[in-house]
């Protein structure tokens, strides 16, 4: 999986998780979204303690994830790092 495609999953999912559409995944909007076949790749992470994982602290924790995953940093995760 490329970083193009990883972000573009996670991109879909943020997008449908957002019910409300106001760029932020509140604690129950989140918690719905990993009810429904949500995994590691679609977490995010609150970094400002304000209850709510906005756009910026979502995309932020995928890059902080992906360069954690591509073991080889070829920009590309394979079966043995996903």
Same mark, same amino acid.
Request: proline share 3%; net charge negative; charged share 25%.
């Given at each position: 999986?490329?970083?193009? #495609?990883f972000d573009s999953a996670r991109m879909s999912f943020f997008n449908q998780a957002d019910l409300n559409g106001d760029f932020a !995944?509140?604690?129950a909007e989140m918690?719905? %979204?990993m009810a429904h076949g949500g995994?590691? !790749?679609?977490? /995010?992470?609150?970094t400002n303690g304000d209850g709510t994982i906005? !756009? #910026?602290?979502?995309?932020e924790y995928g890059n902080q994830l992906f360069g954690s995953l591509d %073991? #080889?940093?070829d /920009?590309? !995760?394979g079966p043995g790092e996903m």
């Open positions: 999986m490329s970083g193009f #495609d !995944l509140s604690p918690e719905q %979204a995994s590691r !790749l679609f977490e /995010g992470s609150d906005s !756009l #910026d602290e979502y995309l %073991a #080889d940093g /920009g590309v !995760l």
